[in-house]
């Protein structure tokens, strides 16, 4: 294999302690689209390519597989575990009192680890829908957020730290109030928030609320998820590659948009997480942020840009009596795109 991004190149960041991680992640969501063995094999793949941050979570159904293919990675010698940095999550239904730590060990033995470098909580509530269900799916047990529930979760999160099993832990799709109801209760404090986060939807306040934290923001759908589920597709939506101000920039730069949109996510200082199962664009993800980096006009061009046009809305979360989609961002009654 001749497409190998040299590590060296890769810019970093810093998490808490002087910790640094890779500027770029490689996602294993893969939507309805792609089984388990694609998305193992696409990681196999990305790490010989110099991919050194994997995004895994357990509801993504492939941990098992993935497991398999860092064992492989590790015994082909292309990689040591602890040049990795794996990222997992617990889902919605294992947050009750004891449930996150036998989610995280779950997931450790899937994956074949000892430890993972950082444990998220995957959303800030246990409302649970089963894997591709459709939009219009809902769980009458659901609830809205309550800080109690969500710190039974943490104490758990912190608990795995204590005992060596996750080396960080973070938080995903919250909101600024919600961090601000939970952040004073933390004994050990996020490292990482994972949000949504591309040229049409920045974020602007989260982000800025994030780093001023000491969080890290990793950013998924970071070129706009065009492959997402189509439970989560509405006509408003706009699409981050489609937009004049991106075509315009890349054209300049004579690349793909996606690659324009990668650039800036990394350039911001975000780690965007994307995913892709085909070499050709998994290896020029990684290879466009080590190169012809966008101009600061450009880099303004993008902020201005920004459509407030959220994605993954997450409507099969709602509980019973809730309004719409923006009761779960706190942003009831209000339209954003």
């Not at 033995?109 to 950082?118: G, I, N």
């Not at 099993?165 to 600024?176: D, E, L, P």
């Not at 994972?194 to 970071?222: K, S, V, W």
Request: proline share 7%.
């Amino acid at each position: 294999m001749e497409n190998i991004v040299e590590q060296s190149s890769i810019p970093r960041r810093i998490l808490k302690n002087g910790i640094n991680v890779p500027a770029m992640g490689l996602g294993t969501f893969g939507s309805d689209k792609y089984n388990a063995e694609q998305i193992s094999e696409a990681v196999y793949g990305g790490i010989r390519a110099g991919y050194r941050l994997i995004d895994c979570a357990s509801v993504y159904q492939n941990e098992d597989k993935i497991g398999e293919v860092f064992a492989r990675a590790f015994a082909d010698g292309i990689v040591k575990r602890e040049e990795l940095f794996v990222v997992s999550k617990v889902w919605n239904d294992m947050h009750g009192e004891g449930q996150v730590i036998a989610s995280c060990e779950k997931s450790l033995a899937d994956l074949k680890l000892d430890y993972l470098d950082l444990y998220l909580v995957h959303w800030p509530f246990p409302n649970y829908h089963a894997p591709g269900c459709d939009g219009d799916s809902r769980n009458p047990d659901s609830k809205p957020f309550a800080v109690e529930d969500f710190m039974v979760a943490w104490r758990q999160c912190e608990r795995l730290v204590d005992e060596g099993k996750v080396k960080f832990i973070g938080m995903s799709n919250m909101t600024i109030p919600k961090l601000e109801a939970v952040l004073p209760l933390c004994r050990i404090q996020p490292a990482a928030l994972e949000m949504e986060l591309h040229p049409a939807f920045q974020q602007p306040e989260l982000y800025d609320y994030a780093a001023g934290h000491g969080m890290l923001p990793i950013g998924y759908c970071p070129i706009g998820s065009p492959s997402r589920p189509e439970r989560d597709r509405t006509s408003e939506d706009v699409a981050a590659t489609q937009m004049p101000e991106i075509v315009r920039i890349a054209e300049a730069h004579q690349i793909h948009p996606a690659l324009v949109c990668l650039k800036w996510a990394v350039q911001r200082g975000q780690v965007p997480i994307p995913f892709s199962v085909k070499e050709p664009q998994y290896y020029s993800n990684l290879k466009c942020i080590t190169e012809d980096p966008l101009t600061d006009e450009e880099m303004e061009i993008i902020r201005a840009a920004d459509k407030n046009c959220r994605l993954v809305k997450g409507q099969v979360f709602l509980w019973p009596g809730a309004k719409g989609w923006e009761d779960l961002w706190d942003m009831e009654g209000v339209i954003t795109c």
